[in-house]
């Protein structure tokens, strides 16, 4: 059995405040692209995780694809191979859309929605997204979802992904959590794609470019190739332009770039 579990991005990423147990409320918008990552899965005696393409620091062990099967059912075993495609630490959110999409593939009417939905929180919170993988206006801590009238299957993305990255944990602990000043699904769905820089951004920016010089610079690029919105995703570290089309463009080989599209 094959799995192919697929990335987001991010639009419009704002930090709103920390809450009592060290999280973050925030206010964003998830749009699933078309990047994937492949799993196969075989019954097993014994549960174990193998992985090729990019190469996935740590130990296997405390992958949250193990995070998932144990959480549904500890019994439960299988061999698992994971062929990574979707870039480690990119704000991208593969490690989530793994788990989620092998929880989904696990739970043959076992569970109910609302009891499926708690077991992803518990693996991770952007989890719960992609359960329905469609775009969503994202509040809270990343739990709590809205549907969203925005309307981008038409759009395609040039994703680069810098050298180097920033983990989600520095990156929130060099937030200054503040309330935006527009309302992220409102701009969304009443302003023009064209008018998106003018209002949405993304929190992480600041500290992100203070740490990555190449990050502005990336941001800068991708605008002058003609993108008509250009932002970090999650915490970091890729940026993404969206772009009417990018079959004639051509990307600096000196840049890791990625060419996909949005299928919200």
Same mark, same amino acid.
């Given at each position: 059995?094959?799995?192919?579990?697929?990335?987001?991005?991010?639009?419009?990423?704002?930090?709103?405040?920390?809450?009592?147990?060290?999280?973050?409320?925030?206010?964003?918008?998830?749009?699933? &692209? %078309? +990047?994937? *990552?492949?799993?196969?899965?075989? =019954?097993?005696? @014994?549960? !174990?995780? /193998? #992985?090729?393409?990019?190469?996935?620091?740590?130990?296997?062990?405390?992958?949250?694809?193990?995070?998932?099967?144990?959480?549904?059912?500890?019994?439960?075993?299988?061999?698992?191979?994971?062929?990574?495609?979707?870039?480690?630490?990119?704000?991208?959110?593969?490690?989530?859309?793994?788990?989620?999409?092998?929880?989904?593939?696990?739970?043959?009417?076992?569970?109910?929605?609302?009891?499926?939905?708690?077991?992803?929180?518990?693996?991770?919170?952007?989890?719960?997204?992609?359960?329905?993988?469609?775009?969503?206006?994202?509040?809270?801590?990343?739990?709590?979802?809205?549907?969203?009238? &925005? %309307? +981008?299957? *038409?759009?395609?993305?040039?994703? =680069?992904?810098? @050298?180097? !990255?920033? /983990? #989600?944990?520095?990156?929130?602990?060099?937030?200054?959590?503040?309330?935006?000043?527009?309302?992220?699904?409102?701009?969304?769905?009443?302003?023009?794609?064209?008018?998106?820089?003018?209002?949405?951004?993304?929190?992480?920016?600041?500290?992100?470019?203070?740490?990555?010089?190449?990050?502005?610079?990336?941001?800068?690029?991708?605008?002058?190739?003609?993108?008509?919105?250009?932002?970090?995703?999650?915490?970091?570290?890729?940026?993404?332009?969206?772009?009417?089309?990018?079959?004639?463009?051509?990307?600096?080989?000196?840049?890791?770039?990625?060419?996909?599209?949005?299928?919200?």
């Amino acid at each position: 059995m094959f799995i192919y579990p697929n990335a987001k991005i991010n639009i419009g990423l704002n930090v709103i405040s920390k809450t009592s147990d060290g999280y973050h409320n925030i206010e964003s918008c998830f749009c699933p &692209i %078309d +990047l994937h *990552d492949i799993i196969e899965l075989k =019954i097993s005696n @014994k549960t !174990s995780l /193998s #992985t090729s393409g990019i190469t996935i620091p740590g130990n296997s062990k405390n992958n949250l694809i193990i995070k998932s099967i144990k959480l549904f059912n500890p019994k439960l075993n299988y061999k698992i191979h994971l062929h990574k495609n979707i870039p480690i630490g990119s704000g991208l959110g593969g490690g989530s859309s793994n788990a989620t999409f092998l929880l989904k593939h696990l739970n043959n009417n076992e569970y109910s929605n609302d009891e499926i939905i708690n077991i992803s929180k518990k693996i991770g919170s952007d989890c719960p997204f992609f359960l329905e993988n469609k775009s969503k206006y994202i509040t809270g801590k990343g739990e709590k979802m809205e549907n969203i009238k &925005i %309307d +981008l299957n *038409d759009k395609k993305l040039i994703i =680069i992904i810098p @050298k180097k !990255s920033i /983990s #989600t944990i520095e990156a929130y602990d060099n937030i200054k959590p503040k309330k935006s000043h527009f309302k992220l699904k409102e701009i969304l769905e009443n302003e023009s794609l064209e008018n998106w820089k003018n209002y949405i951004k993304n929190d992480f920016e600041t500290y992100t470019f203070s740490k990555i010089n190449e990050l502005k610079k990336i941001k800068n690029y991708l605008y002058d190739l003609g993108a008509t919105f250009v932002s970090l995703t999650g915490s970091g570290s890729a940026i993404y332009g969206i772009f009417n089309n990018t079959e004639n463009i051509k990307i600096n080989n000196k840049y890791r770039s990625i060419k996909s599209k949005i299928v919200s």
